[in-house]
């Protein structure tokens, strides 16, 4: 057990559709940063928050869209839902910001399927 | 951009066999090398890693060395273990700045009695 909670486990949903995906960093993390896993795109980094703020940015959709709050728990927004976007969404978290330095520990995923 | 290249899965081996998983990169500079681990039904974890050229990272039997000649960080146990069948990562991070973690596609093992 990383220590990182994600929410829900499973979720199916409708294309149009919105929903939200909750993670609870480990205690004593600032880092909070979240991944899409698909079979054809492999695991890819969406974004990062430190410390309630965005740090970095990577291939994510206008459509989805993450924050941190002040308890440092973070969510990720994905609107307008394709058939496309049905994937894995992993959440890790880490105490700094920096990634060679700050090792990053993973949640055990939100599995999302759109129909 | 940068990028990680792993050899396509699946593998699959008998117990006491030696594994070999091969990873390459493209990247400007000196990247830290990581391979993270994907148990059935769970997230990653970090397995080792290798933070400049010619470190060797190592844990639970695995182990892998960063060669800068030849941008590879191949990963390698002597005698694997059942419990060693996952999905395992090869992965990339720039020293400098705030740049995320680049993953290769994964390759499956899967190890038989």
């Known amino acids: 057990d990383s220590g990182v909670t994600q929410t829900p486990k499973h979720l199916i949903t409708a294309t149009g559709q919105r929903v939200t995906l909750r993670c609870s960093p480990r205690s004593g993390d600032l880092s909070v940063y979240w991944y899409q896993q698909s079979l054809d795109q492999g695991l890819q980094f969406l974004i990062q928050?430190?410390?309630?703020?965005?740090?970095a940015k990577g291939n994510i959709l206008e459509r989805f869209s993450a924050q941190q709050f002040p308890d440092l728990h973070s969510e990720l927004n994905l609107s307008s839902l394709e058939l496309g976007d049905s994937a894995l969404y992993f959440c890790?978290?880490?105490?700094?910001?920096?990634?060679?330095?700050?090792?990053?520990?993973f949640g055990p995923g939100t599995r999302l399927t759109v129909t | 951009g940068d990028s990680v290249t792993q050899m396509e899965g699946p593998v699959t081996l008998s117990e006491e066999a030696f594994l070999t998983i091969n990873c390459t990169y493209t990247?400007?500079?000196?990247?830290?090398l990581f391979w993270y681990v994907q148990y059935p039904g769970e997230g990653l974890q970090l397995l080792l890693k290798?933070?400049?050229?010619?470190d060797k990272g190592s844990n639970k039997g695995f182990e892998a060395t960063y060669r800068k000649e030849t941008t590879s960080f191949h990963l390698e146990k002597g005698s694997v273990q059942v419990s060693d069948s996952a999905v395992y990562f090869c992965?990339?991070?720039?020293?400098?700045?705030?740049?995320?973690?680049?993953f290769g596609k994964g390759t499956r093992l899967s190890v038989i009695a």
């Open positions: 928050y430190y410390n309630g703020e965005e740090r």
């Open positions: 992965a990339l991070a720039q020293n400098s700045g705030n740049t995320p973690l680049v």
């Open positions: 990247a400007t500079g000196y990247p830290s």
């Open positions: 290798a933070t400049k050229a010619d």
């Open positions: 890790a978290s880490s105490v700094g910001h920096q990634t060679p330095t700050s090792e990053q520990y």
